[in-house]
């Protein structure tokens, strides 16, 4: 690569060259030679050549001038001195575009007559410029590299550009030798004209020229009134500024300029703010004569307030406009759906949990984070819109959110065709996506609300059916049996058997009422809980004496308690109540066996009391509803289903946990773990 030092010498010596024989010389052979030579010499061409149209016939062309590499043919060789011009070249100079060639064998070409013509000419790399005349495409001036690529760059055609119409001013000063100076008044205003500032400073930093955009830029009246200022004592550049203008061929600078202040009353520190500021880039280059000495520094100025303070209130949009999309989790993204390419905003990158700056950074990789069932919507949408067939798409998907895609964020996408042009090679599709995760959480938690709370509405509307029945069944063995005491007749041992219907009837009567209540004062909050020092074995001996007279005939009530005597501190009222839950349903289900009453200490904090049968036991699918409200395993079993869902609040209350073991045909055992003192 060469370096921007020579470069910017060979293109400061051409203009040089240039500006040197139009002042002194008519010898422009002379100056041809000397300027394509050096175009020659830099780019290490075969050849450079200036191709003109022949005033005669416009379809003609033939050559001005060329310089030619040592061992290389003219591009004239073989030719008539005038020759069929080639429209695919002369189209793209008529609509004042260069011709570049990086590569005839990359390239894409439109017209292969093009390459061909090329080929024969032994060309690899290839730069037409225009020379206009009149804003009339006249002709060109072509590069050809012989033996290699190269690639032209901007820097490249802007200098090419600016050496043609110097060029051009040449080629109609040797046809009319008698308006040289005509076309010298027209290059100082062109100079004059110029949209950027323009001065020329001798070598001593004195202004020997200073176009119109300058003196307006700077606010100088005339060009008297600037030549008081000196580059090498500016306040308006710092010493090492200074020193690399003298040093280096050509330097770049940005400073703020006072309006209304001239040049050389400016202070770099002066706070004054009376006076409008402008931002001023600068670029310093060196003008030599033919000799190769220093004649002057060319410096362009251009003020750029303007962009720049376009470019803040850009940047201070595109801050507001990314914070509100972050807010919003809203991104954006435009992909072109032919070649796969586009851009997106961060949020777009974030929304797909991919990385913007990383290995998964590519803009069409998104469809690799999506399900597997939505990337078939996204694929099936993509098709569709490159046929035209599907303008909008608008539907929730799930994207990745981990690597193994064990879990997903749901985004809502709405896309949409913006620019359909396939012949053109562009099938644009503008696309909006937010994260909208927590929205379907909150759906799907409502709708699991909603299924919960019609699945408690059936309970209840069961429950209450089932109580009708359970308050009726002892209301009426009661009431008859009571009728009956009543008649005469009746012998004693019939009469004690009518009060045992009885009074067992009160006490399941008196339970049902009891458990209505309880789950009411549950619900509401207030029931109380008394917490003092209890005898958990005391209780367990309590609980079984309670039990003993409702189990079946042949079931053993045993007693498995870890100590004589276990102190805990507890609402020993609310613990009997869970263990004669646990111990009714035992005797309920047991026909035979036993029923084992008892607690072990598993922790030393900690006491864990249980109710073991030899009943039915509970099949899985039930075990995990069993405490649940209003949920009867056997409706033909007296009861009101609130036992165990009582018990779990209770035991929830006292700060435990509860559960049931239990095997089909083997029996149960219900179990609750609660602190033995309060924390």
């Known amino acids: 690569m060469k370096n921007n030092t020579i470069r910017n010498s060979i293109y400061q010596r051409t203009i040089s060259n240039a500006l040197e024989r139009i002042q002194h010389t008519d010898d422009i052979e002379e100056a041809f030679s000397d300027v394509l030579h050096d175009v020659l010499n830099y780019f290490n061409a075969g050849r450079?050549?200036?191709?003109?149209?022949?005033?005669?016939?416009?379809?003609?062309?033939?050559?001005?001038?060329?310089?030619?590499?040592e061992g290389i043919t003219s591009s004239m060789t073989g030719r008539e001195e005038c020759f069929p011009k080639h429209r695919w070249w002369y189209d793209k100079l008529e609509r004042d575009e260069c011709v570049v060639v990086d590569d005839i064998e990359t390239m894409t070409w439109d017209d292969p007559t093009a390459r061909q013509l090329l080929e024969s000419l032994n060309v690899r790399s290839h730069l037409g410029v225009p020379i206009k005349s009149n804003k009339v495409a006249m002709g060109f001036l072509a590069i050809d590299i012989i033996d290699?690529?190269?690639?032209?760059?901007?820097?490249?055609?802007?200098?090419?550009?600016?050496?043609?119409?110097?060029?051009?001013?040449?080629?109609?000063?040797?046809?009319?030798?008698?308006?040289?100076?005509?076309?010298?008044?027209?290059?100082?205003?062109?100079l004059t004209d110029m949209p950027i500032g323009l001065c020329l400073y001798d070598t001593t930093g004195y202004i020997s020229f200073a176009n119109d955009k300058a003196l307006k830029m700077f606010g100088v009246k005339s060009i008297d009134e600037a030549r008081q200022f000196n580059l090498f004592k500016s306040t308006l550049l710092s010493d090492d500024e200074k020193r690399r203008i003298r040093e280096e061929e050509m330097v770049d600078a940005s400073f703020t300029y006072k309006y209304g202040q001239l040049p050389f009353m400016q202070q770099m520190a002066d706070d004054d703010k009376r006076h409008k500021v402008i931002s001023i880039m600068a670029r310093y280059s060196k003008i030599y004569d033919n000799d190769g000495m220093l004649k002057s520094y060319l410096v362009a100025y251009i003020d750029k307030t303007h962009e720049l303070n376009n470019a803040m209130r850009?940047?201070?949009?595109?801050?507001?406009?990314?914070?509100?999309?972050?807010?919003?989790?809203?991104?954006?993204?435009?992909?072109?759906?032919?070649?796969?390419?586009?851009?997106?905003?961060?949020?777009?990158?974030?929304?797909?949990?991919?990385?913007?700056?990383?290995?998964?950074?590519?803009?069409?990789?998104?469809?690799?984070?999506?399900?597997?069932?939505?990337?078939?919507?996204?694929?099936?949408?993509?098709?569709?819109?490159?046929?035209?067939?599907?303008?909008?798409?608008?539907?929730?998907?799930?994207?990745?959110?981990?690597?193994?895609?064990?879990?997903?964020?749901?985004?809502?996408?709405?896309?949409?065709?913006?620019?359909?042009?396939?012949?053109e090679g562009c099938v644009e599709i503008s696309t909006i996506t937010q994260n909208v995760s927590r929205q379907v959480e909150l759906e799907q938690n409502l709708v699991a609300a909603k299924e919960k709370a019609e699945e408690t509405d059936k309970l209840k509307s069961a429950f209450l059916a089932n109580m009708s029945h359970e308050i009726r069944t002892p209301l009426n063995a009661i009431v008859g049996f009571s009728q009956l005491l009543c008649q005469d007749g009746w012998d004693h041992d019939e009469r004690t058997d009518m009060m045992r219907v009885v009074n067992e009837n009160n006490e399941l009567l008196l339970q049902i009422i009891s458990d209505i209540l309880d789950l009411a004062k549950l619900e509401s909050g207030t029931m109380t809980f008394e917490d003092k020092t209890t005898d958990a074995t005391?209780?367990?001996?309590?609980?079984?004496?309670?039990?003993?007279?409702?189990?079946?005939?042949?079931?053993?009530?045993?007693?498995?308690?870890?100590?004589?005597?276990?102190?805990?501190?507890c609402d020993s009222n609310r613990l009997k109540q869970v263990l004669i839950n646990f111990g009714t349903n035992a005797a309920k289900f047991t026909s035979h066996g036993s029923i084992t009453i008892g607690y072990s200490c598993p922790t030393a904090d900690r006491i864990r009391f249980f109710v073991a049968d030899t009943g039915v036991g509970i099949e899985p699918e039930k075990r995990q509803k069993i405490f649940n409200r209003f949920v009867k395993l056997n409706s033909f079993v007296q009861g009101t289903g609130l036992g165990l869902q009582i018990s779990k609040e209770l035991v929830t209350r006292m700060g435990g946990v509860i559960g049931v073991d239990s095997e089909v045909g083997k029996g149960s055992t219900f179990w609750f773990e609660i602190p033995k003192k309060k924390g």
Not at 48 to 69: G, W
Not at 538 to 554: D, F, L, N, P, W
């Open 148 to 190: 290699r690529p190269y690639h032209w760059t901007d820097e490249d055609l802007l200098w090419i550009k600016d050496l043609s119409n110097l060029l051009m001013l040449w080629r109609r000063l040797q046809l009319k030798r008698e308006n040289i100076a005509l076309e010298r008044n027209k290059l100082h205003k062109v």
């Open 538 to 569: 005391y209780t367990c001996h309590s609980v079984a004496q309670s039990i003993k007279m409702r189990v079946k005939e042949g079931v053993e009530i045993v007693l498995d308690c870890e100590a004589e005597k276990c102190e805990i501190v």
């Open 48 to 69: 450079v050549s200036i191709m003109a149209s022949d005033h005669r016939n416009n379809d003609l062309q033939f050559c001005v001038f060329e310089v030619v590499a």
């Open 314 to 423: 850009i940047r201070e949009l595109d801050e507001i406009i990314s914070m509100t999309a972050d807010f919003a989790q809203l991104g954006y993204a435009r992909i072109n759906a032919v070649t796969n390419t586009g851009y997106a905003t961060r949020q777009w990158y974030k929304n797909n949990n991919m990385n913007m700056h990383g290995a998964k950074s590519n803009i069409s990789d998104f469809t690799k984070q999506l399900h597997p069932d939505d990337r078939k919507l996204s694929q099936d949408y993509r098709n569709a819109a490159l046929y035209g067939l599907q303008r909008t798409f608008n539907h929730r998907v799930r994207v990745r959110k981990d690597e193994e895609g064990k879990e997903w964020d749901w985004l809502q996408v709405y896309s949409v065709v913006t620019r359909y042009e396939p012949q």
